[in-house]
Protein backbone atom coordinates (compact mmCIF):
# COMPACT_ATOMS: atom_id res chain seq x y z
CA UNK A 1 0.00 0.00 0.00
CA UNK A 2 1.22 3.71 -0.54
CA UNK A 3 1.51 5.00 3.16
CA UNK A 4 0.63 9.00 3.79
CA UNK A 5 3.26 11.42 2.88
CA UNK A 6 4.81 13.43 5.57
CA UNK A 7 2.61 15.94 5.05
CA UNK A 8 -0.76 14.09 6.66
CA UNK A 9 1.61 12.99 8.75
CA UNK A 10 2.53 16.65 10.36
CA UNK A 11 -1.33 17.13 9.96
CA UNK A 12 -1.93 14.26 11.91
CA UNK A 13 0.49 15.20 14.61
CA UNK A 14 -1.86 18.28 15.76
CA UNK A 15 -3.65 15.49 17.36
CA UNK A 16 -1.79 14.81 19.91
CA UNK A 17 -1.63 16.78 23.03
CA UNK A 18 2.10 16.26 25.56
CA UNK A 19 1.60 17.35 28.93
CA UNK A 20 5.31 17.29 29.38
CA UNK A 21 8.76 16.96 27.00
CA UNK A 22 12.22 16.02 28.75
CA UNK A 23 15.18 15.20 27.77
CA UNK A 24 17.52 12.56 30.38
CA UNK A 25 21.04 11.44 30.49
CA UNK A 26 22.27 8.38 31.41
CA UNK A 27 22.41 8.82 34.60
CA UNK A 28 19.17 10.24 34.65
CA UNK A 29 19.39 13.99 34.94
CA UNK A 30 17.50 16.17 33.54
CA UNK A 31 18.92 18.12 30.47
CA UNK A 32 15.81 19.34 28.84
CA UNK A 33 12.56 20.12 30.79
CA UNK A 34 9.45 21.36 29.31
CA UNK A 35 5.92 21.26 31.79
CA UNK A 36 2.65 22.09 29.13
CA UNK A 37 0.47 21.69 32.58
CA UNK A 38 0.31 23.36 35.50
CA UNK A 39 -1.06 20.11 37.45
CA UNK A 40 2.39 18.75 36.17
CA UNK A 41 5.34 19.05 38.75
CA UNK A 42 9.22 18.96 37.78
CA UNK A 43 8.94 16.03 40.05
CA UNK A 44 6.90 13.87 37.37
CA UNK A 45 10.82 13.37 35.62
CA UNK A 46 12.06 11.97 39.42
CA UNK A 47 9.12 9.10 38.42
CA UNK A 48 10.31 8.17 34.54
CA UNK A 49 14.07 8.35 36.51
CA UNK A 50 13.37 5.66 39.31
CA UNK A 51 11.02 3.25 37.30
CA UNK A 52 12.79 3.32 33.64
CA UNK A 53 16.12 4.92 33.63
CA UNK A 54 17.27 2.99 37.23
CA UNK A 55 15.26 -0.09 35.83
CA UNK A 56 17.43 -2.23 33.57
CA UNK A 57 14.39 -4.74 33.20
CA UNK A 58 12.51 -2.10 31.40
CA UNK A 59 12.21 -2.86 27.58
CA UNK A 60 9.33 -1.26 26.60
CA UNK A 61 9.42 2.00 24.82
CA UNK A 62 6.20 3.01 26.67
CA UNK A 63 5.75 3.00 30.43
CA UNK A 64 1.75 3.72 31.74
CA UNK A 65 1.74 4.39 35.44
CA UNK A 66 -1.62 5.64 36.90
CA UNK A 67 -3.29 7.85 34.09
CA UNK A 68 0.51 8.95 32.81
CA UNK A 69 2.12 7.41 29.92
CA UNK A 70 5.97 7.79 29.61
CA UNK A 71 6.71 7.50 25.75
CA UNK A 72 10.55 7.26 25.09
CA UNK A 73 13.17 6.83 22.59
CA UNK A 74 16.81 6.59 23.33
CA UNK A 75 19.67 7.72 20.77
CA UNK A 76 23.14 8.09 22.14
CA UNK A 77 22.72 7.41 25.62
CA UNK A 78 19.87 10.05 25.59
CA UNK A 79 16.19 9.65 26.91
CA UNK A 80 13.83 11.83 24.94
CA UNK A 81 10.89 11.64 26.88
CA UNK A 82 7.28 12.50 25.88
CA UNK A 83 4.33 12.22 28.54
CA UNK A 84 0.67 12.88 28.27
CA UNK A 85 -2.33 11.67 29.92
CA UNK A 86 -4.56 11.36 27.15
CA UNK A 87 -5.08 8.59 25.07
CA UNK A 88 -2.88 10.00 22.36
CA UNK A 89 -1.53 7.62 19.30
CA UNK A 90 1.24 5.71 20.45
CA UNK A 91 2.96 6.17 16.75
CA UNK A 92 2.61 9.83 16.05
CA UNK A 93 3.94 10.30 19.67
CA UNK A 94 7.06 8.50 17.84
CA UNK A 95 6.98 10.01 15.23
CA UNK A 96 7.29 13.75 16.86
CA UNK A 97 10.19 12.47 19.36
CA UNK A 98 12.10 11.22 15.86
CA UNK A 99 11.27 14.19 14.27
CA UNK A 100 12.81 16.17 16.84
CA UNK A 101 15.91 14.68 17.17
CA UNK A 102 16.14 14.45 13.25
CA UNK A 103 16.21 18.24 14.06
CA UNK A 104 18.60 18.18 16.12
CA UNK A 105 21.21 16.31 14.21
CA UNK A 106 20.54 18.62 11.10
CA UNK A 107 21.81 21.77 13.86
CA UNK A 108 24.32 19.90 15.72
CA UNK A 109 25.17 17.21 13.14
CA UNK A 110 24.54 14.46 15.83
CA UNK A 111 22.52 14.04 19.02
CA UNK A 112 24.20 13.50 22.39
CA UNK A 113 24.90 14.86 25.91
CA UNK A 114 27.57 17.29 24.71
CA UNK A 115 26.20 18.75 22.04
CA UNK A 116 22.78 19.26 23.81
CA UNK A 117 24.43 20.96 27.11
CA UNK A 118 26.36 23.35 24.43
CA UNK A 119 23.64 24.16 22.63
CA UNK A 120 21.03 23.97 25.09
CA UNK A 121 19.41 27.24 24.22
CA UNK A 122 18.96 26.57 21.03
CA UNK A 123 17.17 23.28 22.35
CA UNK A 124 14.92 25.19 24.65
CA UNK A 125 14.04 27.51 21.25
CA UNK A 126 13.14 24.53 19.28
CA UNK A 127 11.44 22.92 21.91
CA UNK A 128 9.18 25.98 21.85
CA UNK A 129 8.75 26.05 18.41
CA UNK A 130 7.70 22.96 17.56
CA UNK A 131 5.59 22.45 20.23
CA UNK A 132 3.18 24.78 21.07
CA UNK A 133 1.69 24.32 24.80
CA UNK A 134 1.81 20.80 24.39
CA UNK A 135 0.28 20.46 20.45
CA UNK A 136 3.25 19.76 18.00
CA UNK A 137 3.41 22.57 15.57
CA UNK A 138 5.64 23.41 12.54
CA UNK A 139 9.20 20.80 12.20
CA UNK A 140 10.40 21.28 8.84
CA UNK A 141 13.71 21.73 9.18
CA UNK A 142 14.44 24.42 6.22
CA UNK A 143 11.65 26.46 7.94
CA UNK A 144 13.33 26.89 11.18
CA UNK A 145 16.53 27.29 10.25
CA UNK A 146 15.23 30.79 8.92
CA UNK A 147 14.84 32.44 12.43
CA UNK A 148 16.36 29.76 14.88
CA UNK A 149 20.19 30.23 14.10
CA UNK A 150 23.09 29.88 15.92
CA UNK A 151 24.31 32.97 13.81
CA UNK A 152 24.09 36.72 15.04
CA UNK A 153 20.46 38.28 15.70
CA UNK A 154 19.60 39.96 12.52
CA UNK A 155 19.06 43.66 12.33
CA UNK A 156 15.92 46.20 13.42
CA UNK A 157 15.45 47.23 9.68
CA UNK A 158 15.83 43.67 8.29
CA UNK A 159 13.70 42.18 10.59
CA UNK A 160 10.31 43.04 8.74
CA UNK A 161 11.43 41.59 5.28
CA UNK A 162 12.69 38.62 7.09
CA UNK A 163 9.46 37.61 8.76
CA UNK A 164 7.35 37.92 5.76
CA UNK A 165 9.13 35.85 3.50
CA UNK A 166 9.55 33.17 7.01
CA UNK A 167 5.42 34.00 6.93
CA UNK A 168 5.22 33.19 3.52
CA UNK A 169 7.19 30.05 3.61
CA UNK A 170 5.70 28.80 6.79
CA UNK A 171 2.19 29.32 5.46
CA UNK A 172 2.71 29.12 1.50
CA UNK A 173 2.12 25.80 -0.72
CA UNK A 174 5.67 25.14 -0.30
CA UNK A 175 6.74 25.15 3.39
CA UNK A 176 9.81 23.32 3.02
CA UNK A 177 11.13 25.28 0.37
CA UNK A 178 11.94 28.88 0.43
CA UNK A 179 11.32 31.16 -2.45
CA UNK A 180 12.73 30.98 -5.90
CA UNK A 181 14.60 34.52 -5.60
CA UNK A 182 16.38 33.30 -2.46
CA UNK A 183 17.53 30.11 -3.67
CA UNK A 184 20.76 30.35 -5.92
CA UNK A 185 23.57 28.30 -7.24
CA UNK A 186 25.94 28.89 -9.89
CA UNK A 187 25.88 25.20 -10.77
CA UNK A 188 22.92 23.21 -10.55
CA UNK A 189 23.13 19.63 -9.96
CA UNK A 190 20.48 17.15 -8.41
CA UNK A 191 21.76 13.85 -6.86
CA UNK A 192 19.90 10.48 -6.33
CA UNK A 193 20.76 7.57 -4.59
CA UNK A 194 18.81 4.62 -4.30
CA UNK A 195 19.91 2.70 -1.60
CA UNK A 196 18.54 -0.60 -0.49
CA UNK A 197 19.33 -3.26 3.08
CA UNK A 198 19.04 -6.47 1.98
CA UNK A 199 18.27 -8.97 4.34
CA UNK A 200 18.36 -12.60 3.63
CA UNK A 201 18.32 -15.87 5.77
CA UNK A 202 19.12 -19.30 3.88
CA UNK A 203 18.99 -22.74 4.44
CA UNK A 204 22.79 -24.50 3.83
CA UNK A 205 21.22 -26.13 0.66
CA UNK A 206 20.81 -22.55 -0.49
CA UNK A 207 17.01 -22.48 -0.45
CA UNK A 208 15.34 -19.02 0.86
CA UNK A 209 13.49 -18.93 4.40
CA UNK A 210 13.46 -15.23 4.48
CA UNK A 211 13.89 -12.23 2.23
CA UNK A 212 13.25 -8.78 2.21
CA UNK A 213 14.11 -5.07 1.41
CA UNK A 214 14.37 -2.09 2.80
CA UNK A 215 15.04 0.89 0.73
CA UNK A 216 15.10 4.61 0.23
CA UNK A 217 15.43 7.00 -2.32
CA UNK A 218 17.99 9.65 -0.77
CA UNK A 219 18.64 13.50 -3.01
CA UNK A 220 20.37 16.21 -2.60
CA UNK A 221 19.23 19.23 -4.78
CA UNK A 222 21.26 22.09 -5.40
CA UNK A 223 18.64 23.99 -7.76
CA UNK A 224 18.31 27.65 -8.45
CA UNK A 225 14.58 28.92 -8.03
CA UNK A 226 11.62 26.95 -7.96
CA UNK A 227 12.26 23.60 -10.07
CA UNK A 228 9.63 21.17 -11.03
CA UNK A 229 11.09 17.32 -10.98
CA UNK A 230 10.22 14.39 -12.24
CA UNK A 231 11.56 11.08 -12.45
CA UNK A 232 9.98 7.69 -13.18
CA UNK A 233 10.58 4.52 -12.12
CA UNK A 234 10.14 0.60 -13.89
CA UNK A 235 7.28 0.40 -15.91
CA UNK A 236 6.53 -2.53 -13.87
CA UNK A 237 5.83 -1.86 -10.84
CA UNK A 238 3.70 -2.83 -8.56
CA UNK A 239 2.30 -1.80 -4.84
CA UNK A 240 0.96 -4.04 -2.76
CA UNK A 241 -0.51 -6.56 -5.31
CA UNK A 242 -3.11 -8.14 -2.85
CA UNK A 243 -4.99 -5.03 -2.51
CA UNK A 244 -4.07 -3.13 -6.02
CA UNK A 245 -6.96 -4.87 -7.62
CA UNK A 246 -9.50 -1.88 -5.18
CA UNK A 247 -7.13 0.93 -6.07
CA UNK A 248 -8.17 1.79 -9.56
CA UNK A 249 -5.48 3.40 -11.70
CA UNK A 250 -3.54 0.77 -10.20
CA UNK A 251 -5.17 -2.53 -11.23
CA UNK A 252 -3.51 -2.20 -14.61
CA UNK A 253 -0.19 -2.10 -13.58
CA UNK A 254 -0.87 -5.43 -11.33
CA UNK A 255 -2.10 -7.10 -14.66
CA UNK A 256 1.23 -6.33 -15.99
CA UNK A 257 3.88 -7.58 -13.75
CA UNK A 258 4.83 -10.46 -13.70
CA UNK A 259 7.66 -12.48 -12.69
CA UNK A 260 10.12 -9.95 -13.66
CA UNK A 261 7.74 -7.05 -12.01
CA UNK A 262 9.37 -4.87 -9.13
CA UNK A 263 6.41 -5.57 -6.01
CA UNK A 264 6.88 -3.00 -2.99
CA UNK A 265 4.57 -3.78 0.19
CA UNK A 266 4.37 -0.24 0.60
CA UNK A 267 5.93 2.87 0.80
CA UNK A 268 6.36 6.18 2.00
CA UNK A 269 7.22 9.94 0.23
CA UNK A 270 8.15 12.86 1.26
CA UNK A 271 5.41 15.87 1.56
CA UNK A 272 6.54 17.47 -1.06
CA UNK A 273 5.51 14.38 -3.89
CA UNK A 274 2.34 14.65 -5.46
CA UNK A 275 0.89 11.34 -4.93
CA UNK A 276 -1.95 11.74 -7.73
CA UNK A 277 1.07 11.61 -10.49
CA UNK A 278 2.58 8.20 -8.93
CA UNK A 279 -0.69 6.53 -8.82
CA UNK A 280 -1.10 7.50 -12.96
CA UNK A 281 1.63 6.54 -14.34
CA UNK A 282 4.44 5.67 -11.40
CA UNK A 283 6.29 9.20 -12.02
CA UNK A 284 7.34 11.00 -8.73
CA UNK A 285 6.72 15.37 -9.32
CA UNK A 286 7.70 17.41 -7.03
CA UNK A 287 9.28 20.53 -5.94
CA UNK A 288 12.21 19.94 -3.91
CA UNK A 289 13.68 20.81 -0.58
CA UNK A 290 16.72 22.76 -0.56
CA UNK A 291 19.63 21.15 -0.18
CA UNK A 292 19.44 16.96 0.87
CA UNK A 293 16.03 15.07 1.91
CA UNK A 294 14.40 11.51 1.92
CA UNK A 295 12.60 11.73 -1.05
CA UNK A 296 10.90 7.96 -0.56
CA UNK A 297 10.77 4.97 1.77
CA UNK A 298 9.98 1.34 0.69
CA UNK A 299 10.02 -2.44 1.10
CA UNK A 300 10.32 -4.97 -0.70
CA UNK A 301 9.29 -9.04 -0.33
CA UNK A 302 9.17 -10.04 -4.01
CA UNK A 303 11.37 -11.04 -6.36
CA UNK A 304 14.59 -10.30 -4.19
CA UNK A 305 17.88 -10.78 -6.17
CA UNK A 306 20.28 -11.89 -3.96
CA UNK A 307 23.84 -10.82 -4.80
CA UNK A 308 25.53 -13.53 -3.47
CA UNK A 309 25.43 -16.92 -2.73
CA UNK A 310 26.78 -18.76 0.22
CA UNK A 311 27.37 -22.37 0.43
CA UNK A 312 28.59 -24.23 3.65
CA UNK A 313 29.59 -27.52 4.83
CA UNK A 314 30.55 -27.57 8.63
CA UNK A 315 31.81 -31.17 9.56
CA UNK A 316 31.78 -32.95 12.96
CA UNK A 317 35.33 -34.92 13.25
CA UNK A 318 34.82 -36.74 16.23
CA UNK A 319 34.41 -34.40 19.44
CA UNK A 320 37.83 -32.53 19.28
CA UNK A 321 37.50 -31.09 15.66
CA UNK A 322 35.41 -29.43 13.43
CA UNK A 323 36.03 -28.63 9.16
CA UNK A 324 34.79 -25.96 7.35
CA UNK A 325 34.43 -25.51 3.83
CA UNK A 326 32.73 -22.43 2.85
CA UNK A 327 32.23 -21.10 -0.39
CA UNK A 328 30.82 -17.65 -1.84
CA UNK A 329 29.35 -17.02 -5.82
CA UNK A 330 28.47 -13.95 -6.67
CA UNK A 331 25.42 -13.54 -8.89
CA UNK A 332 25.79 -10.09 -10.49
CA UNK A 333 27.47 -8.85 -13.69
CA UNK A 334 31.14 -9.20 -14.22
CA UNK A 335 31.49 -5.01 -14.37
CA UNK A 336 30.42 -4.92 -10.98
CA UNK A 337 31.90 -5.77 -7.73
CA UNK A 338 31.19 -6.45 -4.18
CA UNK A 339 33.45 -4.90 -1.89
CA UNK A 340 34.06 -4.83 2.04
CA UNK A 341 32.99 -8.61 1.95
CA UNK A 342 33.16 -9.26 5.55
CA UNK A 343 31.65 -13.22 6.28
CA UNK A 344 31.75 -14.13 10.42
CA UNK A 345 31.79 -17.93 10.60
CA UNK A 346 30.42 -19.04 14.34
CA UNK A 347 32.83 -21.91 15.74
CA UNK A 348 32.11 -23.74 19.23
CA UNK A 349 32.64 -22.32 22.02
CA UNK A 350 35.11 -25.13 23.42
CA UNK A 351 37.25 -24.15 20.52
CA UNK A 352 40.84 -23.52 21.60
CA UNK A 353 42.45 -22.50 17.78
CA UNK A 354 41.68 -22.52 14.04
CA UNK A 355 44.01 -23.48 11.30
CA UNK A 356 42.51 -21.24 8.31
CA UNK A 357 43.43 -22.20 4.70
CA UNK A 358 42.32 -19.69 2.26
CA UNK A 359 41.75 -20.92 -1.62
CA UNK A 360 40.96 -17.59 -3.16
CA UNK A 361 41.24 -14.64 -1.94
CA UNK A 362 41.22 -12.62 1.02
CA UNK A 363 42.47 -12.62 4.54
CA UNK A 364 41.05 -14.80 7.36
CA UNK A 365 41.71 -14.87 10.97
CA UNK A 366 40.29 -16.82 14.15
CA UNK A 367 39.07 -14.23 16.95
CA UNK A 368 38.55 -16.53 20.13
CA UNK A 369 36.74 -13.24 22.23
CA UNK A 370 33.87 -13.52 19.78
CA UNK A 371 34.08 -17.55 18.90
CA UNK A 372 34.69 -16.53 15.24
CA UNK A 373 36.02 -16.52 11.97
CA UNK A 374 36.19 -13.49 10.30
CA UNK A 375 36.69 -13.66 6.70
CA UNK A 376 37.56 -10.15 4.88
CA UNK A 377 37.56 -9.59 1.00
CA UNK A 378 38.62 -5.84 -0.48
CA UNK A 379 36.57 -6.67 -3.30
CA UNK A 380 34.68 -9.37 -5.01
CA UNK A 381 34.25 -9.21 -8.84
CA UNK A 382 31.22 -10.47 -10.25
CA UNK A 383 31.02 -13.75 -11.76
CA UNK A 384 33.85 -14.71 -9.61
CA UNK A 385 33.71 -17.91 -6.50
CA UNK A 386 36.34 -18.23 -3.65
CA UNK A 387 36.65 -20.39 -1.09
CA UNK A 388 38.03 -20.98 2.48
CA UNK A 389 38.95 -24.14 4.22
CA UNK A 390 39.40 -24.36 8.16
CA UNK A 391 39.57 -26.80 10.81
CA UNK A 392 38.51 -26.25 14.15
CA UNK A 393 40.26 -27.73 17.39
CA UNK A 394 38.01 -28.32 20.19
CA UNK A 395 39.23 -29.06 23.62
CA UNK A 396 38.02 -32.40 25.57
CA UNK A 397 35.30 -31.83 28.24
CA UNK A 398 33.86 -34.54 30.82
CA UNK A 399 30.46 -33.17 29.25
CA UNK A 400 29.51 -32.26 26.01
CA UNK A 401 28.23 -28.91 25.44
CA UNK A 402 25.75 -28.07 23.25
CA UNK A 403 26.44 -25.81 20.51
CA UNK A 404 23.62 -23.33 19.38
CA UNK A 405 25.54 -23.53 15.56
CA UNK A 406 24.42 -19.46 15.11
CA UNK A 407 23.97 -18.49 11.55
CA UNK A 408 26.73 -17.55 9.40
CA UNK A 409 27.11 -13.81 8.67
CA UNK A 410 27.84 -12.03 5.42
CA UNK A 411 28.38 -8.25 5.31
CA UNK A 412 28.85 -6.40 1.96
CA UNK A 413 28.36 -3.22 -0.47
CA UNK A 414 27.25 -3.56 -4.21
CA UNK A 415 27.43 -0.29 -6.27
CA UNK A 416 24.88 0.24 -9.10
CA UNK A 417 23.11 -2.90 -8.45
CA UNK A 418 19.49 -3.44 -6.70
CA UNK A 419 18.16 -6.16 -4.99
CA UNK A 420 14.84 -5.01 -5.14
CA UNK A 421 14.79 -4.28 -9.26
CA UNK A 422 13.71 -0.77 -8.53
CA UNK A 423 15.36 1.41 -11.45
CA UNK A 424 15.22 5.32 -12.03
CA UNK A 425 14.23 5.42 -15.79
CA UNK A 426 14.68 9.39 -15.61
CA UNK A 427 15.33 12.63 -14.10
CA UNK A 428 14.12 15.63 -15.52
CA UNK A 429 14.39 19.35 -13.77
CA UNK A 430 11.95 22.31 -15.39
CA UNK A 431 12.46 25.58 -14.20
CA UNK A 432 10.86 29.24 -15.56
CA UNK A 433 14.30 30.35 -16.40
CA UNK A 434 15.22 27.10 -18.35
CA UNK A 435 18.41 26.58 -17.07
CA UNK A 436 20.94 23.24 -17.71
CA UNK A 437 21.40 20.90 -14.85
CA UNK A 438 23.79 18.37 -14.36
CA UNK A 439 21.63 15.14 -13.26
CA UNK A 440 23.65 11.84 -11.28
CA UNK A 441 22.34 8.69 -10.10
CA UNK A 442 23.56 6.09 -8.15
CA UNK A 443 22.93 2.52 -6.97
CA UNK A 444 23.95 0.70 -3.95
CA UNK A 445 23.21 -2.45 -2.28
CA UNK A 446 24.17 -3.63 1.28
CA UNK A 447 23.69 -6.29 4.18
CA UNK A 448 24.88 -5.31 7.51
CA UNK A 449 24.26 -7.90 9.67
CA UNK A 450 20.85 -9.34 8.09
CA UNK A 451 22.29 -11.54 5.84
CA UNK A 452 22.53 -15.43 7.18
CA UNK A 453 22.30 -19.13 6.08
CA UNK A 454 22.33 -21.66 7.98
CA UNK A 455 24.86 -24.39 7.77
CA UNK A 456 24.65 -28.08 7.68
CA UNK A 457 26.50 -29.81 10.75
CA UNK A 458 27.42 -33.47 8.97
CA UNK A 459 28.91 -36.03 11.86
CA UNK A 460 31.33 -38.52 10.24
CA UNK A 461 34.32 -39.84 12.02
CA UNK A 462 35.77 -41.12 8.47
CA UNK A 463 35.30 -39.19 5.89
CA UNK A 464 37.58 -36.34 6.71
CA UNK A 465 40.78 -38.31 7.54
CA UNK A 466 42.91 -36.67 4.64
CA UNK A 467 41.87 -33.32 5.90
CA UNK A 468 42.93 -33.61 9.47
CA UNK A 469 46.40 -34.87 7.76
CA UNK A 470 45.93 -31.68 5.55
CA UNK A 471 45.98 -29.48 8.53
CA UNK A 472 48.09 -30.82 10.41
Known amino acids: MISVSSFYISLLLFLIYL ?42 PIITLGST ?8 NLYVVA ?3 TNANAALVFEFCYRFINICKSYFGKMDEE ?11 LVDEINDFGYPQNSEIDTLKTYITTESVVSATQAPEVSSRITAQATGATSWRRSGDDVKYKKNEAFVDVVEVVNWMGSAKGTTLRADVDGHIQMRAYLSGTPECKFGLNDKLVIDRGAVGTSGPSSGLADRGGGDAVELDDCQFHQCVRLNDFDADRSISFIPPDGEFELMRYRATSNIKLPLKVIPTVTEIGTTKVSYDITLKTTFSAKLSATNVVVRIPTPLNTTD ?13 VPAENVIVWKIARLQGGQECSLSAMAQLTSTTTRQVWARPPIDVDFQVLMFTASGLIVRFLKVFEKSNYHSIKWVR ?30
Open 19 to 60: QAFFIFNQKGEVLISRLYRTDFKRSIADVFRIQVVSNSDVRS
Open 69 to 76: SFFHVRVN
Open 354 to 366: VDVGILGTGKAKY
Open 115 to 125: SIKNNFVVVYE
Open 83 to 85: VTK
Open 443 to 472: YLTKANGGYQVRDSLIKDVHMCIDRIAHFS
